[in-house]
């Protein structure tokens, strides 16, 4: 499955396969299905195919926003790692 290259807004760009698209999108279904697999944890990569997925088909702000925090946040703690690593 192709990305637009406007949808590929993360400094690597996202790759999206077919069966990609076909296991994340059951969470795109509403915010439960979201919140269920965001407790049980997601990868990033997976966290930005989510927040791609969306930006190519409903576009839920709401969702986006969600999804955009918590790369943020996993971010953030992959930086953490890194700095206590190079602390010890």
């Known amino acids: 499955m192709r990305v637009p290259i406007k949808y590929q807004i993360f400094e690597q760009p996202v790759v999206l396969t077919s069966k990609d698209a076909e296991r ?3 969470h795109l279904g509403n915010w439960t299905r979201l919140n269920e697999v965001m407790l049980l ?4 990569p997976d966290l930005r195919r989510l927040a791609v997925l969306e930006m190519m088909g409903l576009k839920r702000r709401s969702i986006l926003s969600r999804l955009l925090g918590r790369i943020a946040k996993q ?3 992959d930086r953490w790692a890194k700095i206590e690593r190079v602390l010890e």
Do not use: A
Not at 41 to 44: E, I, R, T
């Open 24 to 26: 994340l999108s059951y």
């Open 41 to 44: 944890g997601v990868n990033l």
């Open 75 to 77: 971010q953030h703690r």
